[in-house]
T-cell receptor, first 111, second 116 residues
Framework: KNEVEQSPQNLTAQEGEFITINCSYS?????LHWLQQHPGGGIVSLFM???GKKKHGRLIATINIQEKHSSLHITASHPRDSAVYIC?????????????FGKGTKLSVKP | EPEVTQTPSHQVTQMGQEVILRCVPI?????FYWYRQILGQKVEFLVS????????KSEIFDDQFSVERPDGSNFTLKIRSTKLEDSAMYFC??????????????FGEGSRLTVL
């Protein structure tokens, strides 16, 4: 059964700190999405990764296919980064919308 | 910036009633999806839709659920006879192409359904 596990479940940081959120996934998952869920509930897709590394602004996502592990890093964290970060696994086959979601990491950045 | 819009933002209904949740995907998108998130739990895939037919569905998406693209813009999720356990946030999403090709998936803000 395809699974996605995230850690930590909760994370509190001070403004400016470097943050890392981890995601491990099972065999059968070929790519990962990183998503941000706002306090109001809306979801924004941040990255899709099948190999290597991607960067957007202060966000960096990496994936290690051999170890089946991905990380999301936030540099110079800010209170507006406070949200739930979710990784979701995807298979190449099918519609690809059939994502396997992790439980999410709730990040709180204090000023 | 184009966005996926969902209505209503919140609906309260009695158990056994039919509910229709509406979504307007981004206009040039061809792939459409519904997900749900029960309060405090993971987001779960319900169904994907392409070329006017369901391309994939989960075990959750039983005969009580149906989807439709009644015109060129709307994409609806119908729950025929709601149960208490259908209470959740329902998210619509769309993509222009297969997700592996674009890496992009756009979500709406969600419709919260409360079944009493």
């Amino acid at each position: 059964k395809n699974e996605v596990e995230q850690s930590p479940q909760n994370l509190t940081a001070q403004e400016g700190e470097f943050i890392t959120i981890n995601c491990s996934y099972s065999v059968g998952i070929s790519a990962l999405h990183w998503l941000q869920q706002h306090p109001g509930g809306g979801i924004v897709s941040l990255f899709m990764l099948s190999s290597g590394k991607k960067k957007h602004g202060r966000l960096i996502a990496t994936i290690n296919i051999q170890e089946k592990h991905s990380s999301l890093h936030i540099t110079a964290s800010h209170p507006r980064d406070s949200a739930v970060y979710i990784c979701a696994g995807m298979n190449y086959g099918g519609s690809q919308g059939n994502l396997i979601f992790g439980k999410g990491t709730k990040l709180s950045v204090k000023p | 910036e184009p966005e996926v819009t969902q209505t209503p933002s919140h609906q309260v209904t009695q158990m056994g009633q039919e509910v229709i949740l509406r979504c307007v995907p981004i206009s040039n998108h061809l792939y459409f999806y519904w997900y749900r998130q029960i309060l405090g739990q993971k987001v779960e895939f319900l169904v994907s839709f392409y070329n006017n037919e369901i391309s994939e569905k989960s075990e959750i998406f039983d005969d009580q659920f149906s989807v439709e693209r009644p015109d060129g813009s709307n994409f609806t999720l119908k729950i025929r006879s709601t149960k208490l356990e259908d209470s959740a946030m329902y998210f619509c999403a769309s993509s222009e192409d297969r997700i592996i090709n674009t890496g992009e998936l756009f979500f709406g803000e969600g419709s919260r359904l409360t079944v009493l």
